[in-house]
T-cell receptor
Framework: DAKTTQPNSMESNEEEPVHLPCNHS???????IHWYRQLPSQGPEYVIH???SNVNNRMASLAIAEDRKSSTLILHRATLRDAAVYYC???????????????FGQGTILTVHP | KAGVTQTPRYLIKTRGQQVTLSCSPI?????VSWYQQTPGQGLQFLFE???????NKGNFPGRFSGRQFSNSRSEMNVSTLELGDSALYLC?????????????????FGPGTRLTVL
């Protein structure tokens, strides 16, 4: 699995936007970019995913660089509830047999200040 | 729709014993994956079961095994427990199939089973 690099930690103030970066310079053409987050004392939860185009959903936006070697998860207005560890994960979806496997890195610990 | 459930939530065992953890996926989900989370190694993939067959396997010793039943419920077993097996064991389920317009297949995680080995 291709490797991702994320900052160990980031801080934000409540109600401000947060941009969480992820580098994946060895990404392959069939790798989808997935973001999960893990709130304290909970299992991880899906946030968003994309392949080439920028994506938006009710939780966040995903901006993917044109060369796909990096991406940014955008939380438009951080809340205290968004304090979590955010994981950027690449998953090879060629062949359709790897859907059940996620390779987690160390992630970014996001602290949100009131 | 009910989420992924795991039982038990907490477990204390001693070295050398064996343990079985259970996971009930979201209704309709055919894939069940297991992960181990420790402070030192983070979240590591153990294995995935799909339609009662192990489809993917992580880099863990043979003491770690699992199975999936016809109703998609899954169990994982750890034999001859070691102190280093103390961890949070997470189960996740997914549809594991492509949908029109793109692949979604997000994994839904349970709350985990906290295993302590003394």
């Amino acid at each position: 699995d291709a490797k991702t690099t994320q900052p160990n930690s980031m801080e934000s103030n409540e109600e401000e936007p947060v941009h969480l970066p992820c580098n994946h310079s060895t990404i392959s053409g069939t790798d989808y970019i997935h973001w999960y987050r893990q709130l304290p004392s909970q299992g991880p939860e899906y946030v968003i995913h994309g392949l080439t185009s920028n994506v938006n959903n009710r939780m966040a936006s995903l901006a993917i660089a044109e060369d796909r070697k990096s991406s940014t998860l955008i939380l438009h207005r951080a809340t205290l509830r968004d304090a979590a560890v955010y994981y950027c994960i690449l998953r090879d979806e060629a062949g359709g047999t790897s859907y059940g496997k996620l390779t987690f890195g160390q992630g970014t610990i996001l602290t949100v200040h009131p | 729709k009910a989420g992924v459930t795991q039982t038990p939530r907490y477990l204390i065992k001693t070295r050398g014993q064996q343990v079985t953890l259970s996971c009930s996926p979201i209704s309709g989900h055919r894939s069940v994956s297991w992960y181990q989370q420790t402070p030192g190694q983070g979240l590591q993939f153990l294995f995935e079961y799909f339609s009662e067959t192990q489809r993917n396997k992580g880099n863990f010793p043979g003491r770690f095994s699992g199975r999936q039943f016809s109703n998609s419920r899954s169990e994982m077993n750890v034999s001859t427990l070691e102190l280093g097996d103390s961890a949070l064991y997470l189960c996740a389920s997914s549809l594991a199939k492509a949908r029109a317009g793109g692949l979604v297949n997000e994994q839904f995680f349970g709350p985990g089973t906290r295993l302590t080995v003394l």
